[in-house]
């Protein structure tokens, strides 16, 4: 970190660079076949980003349930798990990745059919 001689601001080392998204949504057969069904975003970032979750564009992260862990300095893993049944209704869902050194980032995906 450098400190900016005009202000108290810290300045990264990093370069401002938006991440990468990987989402990973369940199969159709395990949607069909399962109670549950998980989708795993991984966000690959110099930064520790907060992961959320939109189903059909509504915010679920203070809703439901989210497990995210930095599986190492650079990747973030965060899963959604939810009822199949619920799964069935949906049109889209989205992983965002949030940090004040980058734009909002998100990757959504069609589920429906």
């Given at each position: 970190?450098?400190?900016?001689?005009?202000?108290?601001?810290?300045?990264?080392?990093?370069?401002?660079?938006?991440?990468?998204?990987?989402?990973?949504?369940?199969?159709?057969?395990t949607?069909?076949?399962?109670?549950?069904?998980?989708a795993?975003?991984?966000?690959?970032?110099?930064?520790?980003?907060?992961?959320?979750?939109?189903?059909?564009?509504?915010?679920?992260?203070?809703?439901?349930?989210?497990?995210?862990?930095?599986?190492?300095?650079?990747s973030?893993?965060?899963?959604?798990?939810?009822?199949?049944?619920?799964?069935?209704?949906?049109?889209?869902?989205?992983?965002?990745?949030?940090?004040?050194?980058?734009?909002?980032?998100?990757?959504?995906?069609?589920?429906?059919?």
């Amino acid at each position: 970190m450098i400190l900016s001689p005009h202000s108290s601001v810290l300045l990264s080392a990093f370069p401002s660079s938006t991440p990468s998204l990987h989402l990973e949504t369940p199969r159709f057969r395990t949607v069909m076949t399962q109670t549950e069904v998980t989708a795993t975003c991984v966000v690959h970032s110099a930064y520790d980003a907060k992961v959320s979750w939109l189903l059909d564009g509504k915010d679920t992260t203070s809703r439901t349930p989210v497990n995210q862990a930095s599986s190492t300095t650079q990747s973030i893993s965060s899963n959604l798990t939810l009822p199949s049944s619920q799964w069935k209704t949906l049109n889209t869902i989205t992983c965002r990745a949030e940090h004040h050194c980058f734009n909002s980032t998100e990757k959504t995906s069609n589920v429906k059919g």
